[in-house]
C-alpha cells in the first residue's frame, strides 16, 4: 500500500544522521579501490526469510532487501523486487528487465566500499504494489537522466508498464561521482 | 567539493599501485553512459545509438571526429574535459577498436574542450547525414530502428 | 400528537394527503458551469499502484460535503500530463494505452476533453510513441503563451519536444533537445529547457511549428552543488527555479528566449543553521497575486529533496522577502494554491488527502479525503 510512504518519511525524520548510510559522511576516502566487474567476488545472496522482519545473518551483503532501509536502496524509487517474486537482482516471473537505467552509489556498511549500483526496473506488468521505497540519495532532476529516478525507465522494454526496481552491483566506485 | 577535490584525487588514485587510468575510465562510462549506452554499448535500436564495432567508424569521414564529441551527452557530461578524453578513448579502445583507423590521434583534454564548447543543437539532422557520408564510404549502416 | 396521527394516516392511505414525488427522468446528465470558478482544482491522482488507470478529478475545495465538493473527473493513463486552454473550452492530457492494457501495441495521444462536459470531443496521435512518462510535473505538457501550440515531453531515453497545433489537432514538428528537459512556455510561441550541464536552451516556432530562432543560456548552476528544481512556478511569463539548497532563480521567460533574473536565499539569515530547504514531489504553487508557495523542511541534506515538509512558506517574489510560514496539520508532499482574490492553499499530505488552508492566514479549513483518490501527487488550479 502506498501508505508506506508516511512510514518512509516517518522513518527519515526520526533516522539520527549518525545512522545514515550517506555516502557525504565518508567522502574523500582513498582507501578504497576499483574491483572490476569479472573480478568482483560472488556475494551470499542476503535474503530475509520470507519478510519476517528478521535481520539477515552477518555477511558481506547486510540487511533485509525487503526493507527500504537495505543498503542498497539509497536512491531507489519503486516497488522492491524481493517483495515481488523477485529479488534484489533478479525480476519477477513473467517481467521483463529494462536495460537502460539511472545508476547511483551506495555506501555498504558491511565492507565500507561505495558500490556502483543500477537501478533496472522490471516492466510489462501492472505495478507490484508490495514494498514501496523512495529515496533519493544523489538523484537529480529530469534534465540529468542518467541520475534522475523520477523516471518511468521502462521505456528500454516493449511495455512500459512498471512492476517494480531491482538493485544490480554494477563495480566498486573509487571517486565521489 | 566535488570540482576542486578531483584533480588531487586522480592523481593520487592513478597513483597508486592499485587503480589504473583505465579503470577510472571505465567507471566514468558506467557512472556517465551506461545507463543508456549499456554496459557493452549496444544501446537500443532506434533510441540510443550503438557505439559497439560502429563508433569508429565515424573518424573516417570528415566531420566525424568532432561529432562524437559535440553529441550533447557528450559534450554536456559533467566530466572535466580530461576525464572525458580518457573515456572516449577507453570507449574507442575498449566497443569499436577494429573501426578505429590506424593514424588515429587519441583525444587529449584541450581538443576535448575546443570541440564540447561547440556542442550540437540539433544532433538527429547531422547524425543522418554523417550515417549517410558513412555508408556510402565504408559500405556499413548503423542500426537506427528497432 | 395530531401531526403524527395526520402523517400516519398518510402513509396508510398511500399518501393520499402529500402530493408524490414526481418520476425521474431516466438519461439525465450533469454539466458543469462555464467557467469554471476561479477557486475549482484539477486533482491528479496518478494511481501509482495501477497506473493505466489514472483520473484527473474536478474538486470545490471551498465546499464543506463531498457532495459539493466532487464535481467531475475524467480518466486519464499512465501517468498523463496535463494542460488547460484559457482561450478554448478544453483541457488536454498527453496518455499512453496499449492494445492489451498494460501490454500488446502502444499508442501515444493527447486526448482533448471539454470544459463542460467532461467528453472527449478529440484525439491528437503522438506519432512516434516517444511520449516521456516520468513522476508528474506541470511542464510535460504547456500551453505556448498564444495558446496556439501545445508542447510535450518526448523521452527514449533521448529528449526532444514534440509540437502540436491546437486547432489542427496534429503533431507539426519535433525538436530535438541536447540533454534538456521539459517545456517552460517562453514569449509567444516559444518553450525554454533545463539541461545537463547547467545551461537552458530556447526555441521559438514559426507558423507553421518549424524552429524560427534558438539561444543558449550557458551553465549558470552546478548540478551536483546545487540544482535547480525542474518544477518551477511561471508567473506572468517569470520562472521562478527553487534550487535543493534553498535558493530561489528567477529566469525571465517572457521575451523570446530566456534571461537570467535574480538568485536569492529563502531562507531568513537567523534561521540558516536549521538547514531549511525545499523538498517535495510538487513543491511549488502560486497564486493570482504572484506570491510563491514552497514546502520546506529543515534539516535537509544530500536526498532529501523529494522528502516533502513540515510546513509551506509563501514568498513574496518581487521583494524577495518572505510573507508567512504556515505550518501544516498533517507532513506535506505536494501544494497548489487557487486562483481567485481570495486564495486557498491545498495541500497533499502523507496519508494521501488534501489539506485545505487559507492562503492569507495559514488556517485549516478542511481535509478532503475518501473521494477515491489514492496518490493525489499534483494538483491544477482551474483555469
Keep these: 500500500m502506498i501508505t508506506n510512504w508516511l512510514d518512509a518519511i516517518t522513518e527519515r525524520m526520526t533516522r539520527s544522521v549518525a545512522q545514515r548510510t550517506s555516502r557525504r559522511g565518508f567522502l574523500g576516502s582513498v582507501g578504497a579501490t576499483l574491483i572490476g566487474g569479472a573480478a568482483l567476488p560472488l556475494l551470499p545472496v542476503a535474503r530475509a526469510g520470507g519478510?519476517?522482519?528478521?535481520?539477515?545473518?552477518?555477511?558481506?551483503?547486510?540487511?533485509?532487501?525487503?526493507?527500504?532501509?537495505?543498503?542498497?536502496?539509497?536512491?531507489?524509487?519503486?516497488?522492491?523486487?524481493?517483495?515481488?517474486?523477485?529479488?534484489?537482482?533478479?525480476?519477477?516471473?513473467?517481467?521483463d528487465m529494462s536495460p537502460v537505467t539511472w545508476i547511483g552509489t551506495c555506501r555498504n556498511?558491511?565492507?565500507?566500499?561505495?558500490?556502483?549500483?543500477?537501478?533496472?526496473?522490471?516492466?510489462?506488468?501492472?505495478?507490484?504494489?508490495?514494498?514501496?521505497?523512495?529515496?533519493?540519495?544523489?538523484?537529480?532532476?529530469?534534465?540529468?537522466?542518467?541520475?534522475?529516478?523520477?523516471?518511468?525507465?521502462?521505456?528500454?522494454?516493449?511495455?512500459?508498464?512498471?512492476?517494480c526496481t531491482v538493485t544490480l552491483i554494477l563495480g566498486v566506485a573509487t571517486t565521489p561521482s | 567539493m566535488?570540482?576542486?577535490?578531483?584533480?588531487?584525487?586522480?592523481?593520487?588514485?592513478?597513483?597508486?599501485?592499485?587503480?589504473?587510468?583505465?579503470?577510472?575510465?571505465?567507471?566514468?562510462?558506467?557512472?556517465?553512459?551506461?545507463?543508456?549506452?549499456?554496459?557493452?554499448?549496444?544501446?537500443?535500436?532506434?533510441?540510443?545509438?550503438?557505439l559497439k564495432g560502429f563508433l569508429g567508424n565515424f573518424l573516417h569521414v570528415p566531420g566525424g571526429r568532432e561529432y562524437m564529441i559535440q553529441v550533447p551527452g557528450v559534450a554536456h557530461s559533467v566530466l572535466d574535459n580530461g576525464r572525458l578524453a580518457a573515456v572516449m578513448n577507453w570507449v574507442l579502445e575498449n566497443f569499436s577498436r577494429d573501426q578505429v583507423p590506424p593514424d588515429h590521434v587519441p583525444f587529449n583534454a584541450d581538443e576535448i574542450g575546443r570541440l564540447r564548447a561547440d556542442g550540437l543543437l540539433d544532433v538527429n539532422t547531422r547524425r543522418a547525414e554523417l550515417l549517410a557520408t558513412i555508408e556510402k564510404k565504408l559500405g556499413v549502416k548503423a542500426v537506427t530502428a528497432p | 400528537m395530531r401531526a403524527v396521527l395526520v402523517a400516519w394516516l398518510g402513509l396508510i392511505t398511500g399518501g393520499a394527503l402529500a402530493a408524490d414525488l414526481p418520476v425521474d427522468k431516466v438519461g439525465t446528465v450533469l454539466t458543469l458551469p462555464q467557467p469554471y470558478p476561479a477557486h475549482w482544482v484539477w486533482v491528479q491522482d496518478?494511481?501509482?499502484?495501477?497506473?493505466?488507470?489514472g483520473k484527473m478529478i474536478l474538486v470545490d475545495p471551498r465546499a464543506t460535503t463531498l457532495r459539493e465538493q466532487f464535481k467531475g473527473m475524467f480518466n486519464s493513463s499512465n501517468i498523463a500530463a496535463f494542460a488547460q486552454s484559457?482561450?478554448?473550452?478544453?483541457?488536454?492530457?498527453?496518455?499512453?494505452?496499449?492494445?492489451?492494457?498494460?501490454?500488446?501495441?502502444?499508442?501515444?495521444?493527447?486526448?482533448?476533453?471539454?470544459?463542460?462536459?467532461?467528453?472527449?470531443?478529440?484525439?491528437?496521435?503522438?506519432?512516434?510513441?516517444?511520449?516521456?512518462?516520468?513522476?508528474?510535473?506541470?511542464?510535460?505538457?504547456?500551453?505556448?503563451?498564444?495558446?496556439?501550440?501545445?508542447?510535450?515531453?518526448?523521452?527514449?531515453?533521448?529528449?526532444?519536444?514534440?509540437?502540436i497545433d491546437v486547432a489542427r489537432r496534429a503533431l507539426v514538428n519535433e525538436v530535438s533537445l541536447p540533454s534538456c528537459a521539459m517545456a517552460y512556455p517562453t514569449g509567444k510561441r516559444g518553450f525554454s529547457s533545463l539541461c545537463a550541464n547547467g545551461s537552458m536552451v530556447s526555441f521559438q516556432l514559426d507558423a507553421a511549428g518549424k524552429v524560427a530562432n534558438t539561444k543558449v543560456l550557458d551553465p549558470f548552476f552546478d548540478v551536483d552543488a546545487d540544482a535547480l528544481f525542474e518544477k518551477p512556478?511561471?508567473?506572468?511569463?517569470?520562472?521562478?527555479?527553487?534550487?535543493?539548497?534553498?535558493?530561489?532563480?528567477?529566469?525571465?521567460?517572457?521575451?523570446?528566449?530566456?534571461?537570467?533574473?535574480?538568485r536569492w536565499n529563502l531562507v531568513p539569515e537567523a534561521e540558516r543553521k536549521q538547514n531549511w530547504r525545499p523538498g517535495g514531489a510538487m513543491l511549488t504553487g502560486a497564486d493570482d497575486a504572484g506570491h510563491l508557495y514552497l514546502i520546506m523542511h529543515p534539516d535537509g541534506k544530500e536526498g532529501t529533496h523529494?522528502?516533502?515538509?513540515?510546513?509551506?512558506?509563501?514568498?513574496?517574489?518581487?521583494?524577495?522577502?518572505?510573507?508567512?510560514?504556515?505550518?501544516?496539520?498533517?507532513?506535506?508532499?505536494?501544494?497548489?494554491?487557487?486562483?481567485?482574490?481570495?486564495?486557498?492553499?491545498?495541500?497533499?499530505?502523507?496519508?494521501?488527502?488534501?489539506?485545505?488552508?487559507?492562503?492569507?492566514?495559514?488556517?485549516?479549513?478542511?481535509?478532503?479525503?475518501?473521494f477515491g483518490q489514492e496518490t493525489p501527487l499534483i494538483m491544477h488550479a482551474a483555469r
Aim: charged share 20%.
Design chain 1, 51 to 95: 519478510g519476517d522482519g528478521q535481520p539477515a545473518p552477518p555477511s558481506q551483503d547486510p540487511g533485509d532487501p525487503t526493507s527500504c532501509d537495505y543498503w542498497r536502496n539509497c536512491s531507489i524509487d519503486g516497488y522492491l523486487c524481493s517483495c515481488c517474486g523477485g529479488s534484489m537482482n533478479s525480476c519477477p516471473p513473467g517481467t
Design chain 1, 109 to 163: 556498511p558491511a565492507d565500507g566500499k561505495d558500490y556502483i549500483i543500477s537501478y533496472n526496473d522490471c516492466c510489462g506488468k501492472n505495478s507490484c504494489g508490495a514494498c514501496f521505497c523512495n529515496r533519493n540519495e544523489r538523484d537529480r532532476p529530469l534534465y540529468r537522466p542518467g541520475t534522475a529516478n523520477d523516471y518511468n525507465w521502462c521505456v528500454g522494454t516493449k511495455s512500459i508498464a512498471y512492476h
Design chain 2, 2 to 50: 566535488y570540482r576542486t577535490e578531483f584533480p588531487l584525487l586522480i592523481a593520487m588514485l592513478v597513483a597508486s599501485p592499485f587503480v589504473t587510468a583505465a579503470d577510472l575510465a571505465r567507471q566514468d562510462y558506467i557512472l556517465n553512459c551506461q545507463g543508456c549506452h549499456l554496459a557493452d554499448g549496444s544501446g537500443a535500436p532506434g533510441k540510443v545509438p550503438n
Design chain 3, 46 to 53: 496518478i494511481a501509482f499502484e495501477h497506473m493505466l488507470d
Design chain 3, 86 to 163: 484559457t482561450t478554448r473550452p478544453e483541457v488536454y492530457v498527453a496518455e499512453t494505452f496499449y492494445s492489451r492494457g498494460n501490454r500488446g501495441q502502444r499508442s501515444d495521444v493527447i486526448t482533448v476533453y471539454d470544459k463542460p462536459n467532461l467528453r472527449p470531443i478529440a484525439e491528437i496521435p503522438l506519432t512516434g510513441n516517444k511520449r516521456a512518462s516520468a513522476m508528474p510535473g506541470r511542464h510535460a505538457l504547456a500551453m505556448s503563451g498564444d495558446e496556439s501550440l501545445l508542447f510535450a515531453y518526448f523521452f527514449t531515453p533521448a529528449t526532444s519536444i514534440g509540437i
Design chain 3, 233 to 262: 512556478v511561471i508567473a506572468n511569463g517569470m520562472g521562478y527555479f527553487p534550487t535543493f539548497n534553498g535558493n530561489l532563480q528567477v529566469i525571465d521567460l517572457r521575451g523570446d528566449h530566456a534571461v537570467l533574473g535574480a
Design chain 3, 306 to 370: 523529494k522528502d516533502g515538509g513540515p510546513e509551506v512558506w509563501v514568498f513574496d517574489v518581487a521583494k524577495q522577502t518572505r510573507l508567512q510560514r504556515i505550518t501544516l496539520k498533517t507532513w506535506g508532499l505536494s501544494i497548489e494554491a487557487t486562483g481567485g482574490p481570495e486564495p486557498l492553499l491545498l495541500v497533499t499530505n502523507a496519508e494521501m488527502n488534501i489539506d485545505v488552508y487559507d492562503a492569507r492566514t495559514g488556517k485549516h479549513q478542511r481535509t478532503l479525503a475518501h
